[in-house]
């Protein structure tokens, strides 16, 4: 079993040499390694070289670096003259780091070391079970046959220490690497020399009216190496200032995805720089630049509504004066002529009275304006909305509150025509 072992090393270099270009280890993915083998155990230990099996699980948390845990079992005999040809059981546990070499390759060395123990036992009465940790290390390979399935062999060596002596078993194994979570790469066409190129974007290059709340996206005439499709090759700025967002990329498409909305009424500049790469290794020659204009801004027009006094109300009255309704007729008509206004009517009241009853008068004549303007002015309603501040927004400040007739009081006393959308 242990030339099987080196043979099955040597022969993974030579398949090697006539790679089909699969994907190899993926950061990010969990590992399935069923294996078998050969395990031999030092001389001082009297146990028989035999037959291993056993399972390892894994997880790379990059392409290179990844941490596994294995279980393995050696079914044996012992070679004491005291206990001469009794079956032992041999469990082995450890925990490896691993540490992988080309691992975009379909030929993966790695090395790896870790800790481990060995739990020995005996199925026969007298022979004293026992458990010894250990520290392991050694070298292996994987070849991909798919992008998520590779042959591996494996060989280690476990260090540990017995009657202050340095004892080492030995391990060779093969098997299996499934690949769980991986994603799954196209492969490199051979003797492609042909560069890449953008073949479209989204939006297109000059156009206007373009939403603030969308992505950018660009589209390659085949697919790309994902790794050089980043926020530093895939930029937005308007004018020099960068904006923010992440790069994500599928099939053949660059998405970039702003962090923000967009500003509206605002020309952006988006760049592919040249330099990304398709997976032959091809690059793109020269970068790829065009810009886009948002929809525009609403415009702000200045509001030209009348605001209603104290005076134009009956006293301490929500009923309009026959002022006040000139002034919402002449209003009306301003409205009627900019259809797309829409204005928020706001009460107010002076500090004389209680809050809650200025609350209320304040609340009640902007109720009587807007029913004014929709009954008597032919205002649609979804255009007005009302609103009572009663005291709380003052205009002047009110030195005697009682004093009704100051002339803080009278600037208090009002209605105004808030220009919600223009």
Known sequence: ????????????????????????????????????????????????????????????????????????FVPTETRSMEYVDRDVQVYRLGVDAVLSFNP?????????????????????????????????????????????VALRGDVKQGVFTEGGDSRINMEYTVGLTFVLGAEKKAVARTGDDTAPEVVCTSP??????????????????????????????????????????????????????PANELDKGTTYTATIAAGVKDLAGNVLANSYVWSFTTVPAPKIVPAVLISLEDSHFDFDSSSLSENGKTILNYNAKILKDSPKMKIRIA??????????????????????????????????????????????????YEPVPSDIYSEAAKANQKVLFEVIVK
């Open 104 to 148: 975009e390759g379909t030929f993966v060395p790695f090395v790896s070391a870790g800790f481990g123990v060995t739990q020995t036992d005996n199925s026969s009465k007298g022979m004293p079970d026992h458990g010894r940790g250990m520290f392991n290390y050694g070298l292996g390979l994987k070849y991909f046959i798919s992008d998520t």
């Open 204 to 257: 297109d290059g000059g156009v206007t009216g373009v939403s603030a709340d969308r992505n950018i996206t660009a589209t390659f005439s085949e697919e790309m190496a994902r790794s050089t499709i980043t926020t530093s090759t895939f930029t937005v700025k308007h004018g020099t200032t960068p904006v923010t967002g992440k790069v994500t990329f599928a099939g053949t498409t660059a998405t970039f995805d």
């Open 1 to 72: 079993m242990k030339k099987i072992s080196m043979v099955f090393l040597s022969g993974l270099m030579l398949l090697s040499l006539a790679a089909p270009g699969f994907a190899g280890n993926q950061g990010g993915t969990f590992t399935l390694d069923p294996f078998t083998g050969f395990y031999s155990f030092d001389r001082e230990q009297d146990l028989d070289a035999r037959s291993y099996y056993g399972l390892r699980g894994g997880y790379n948390f990059t392409d290179n670096l990844g941490l596994e845990a294995m279980f393995g």
């Open 347 to 396: 009460g107010y009241t002076s500090a004389s009275g209680t809050k809650e009853y200025n609350q209320k008068l304040s609340e009640q004549r902007a109720t009587a304006v807007r029913n004014y303007l929709i009954k008597e002015g032919g205002v649609a309603g979804d255009r007005l909305t009302k609103i009572g501040y009663g005291e709380t927004r003052p205009s002047e």
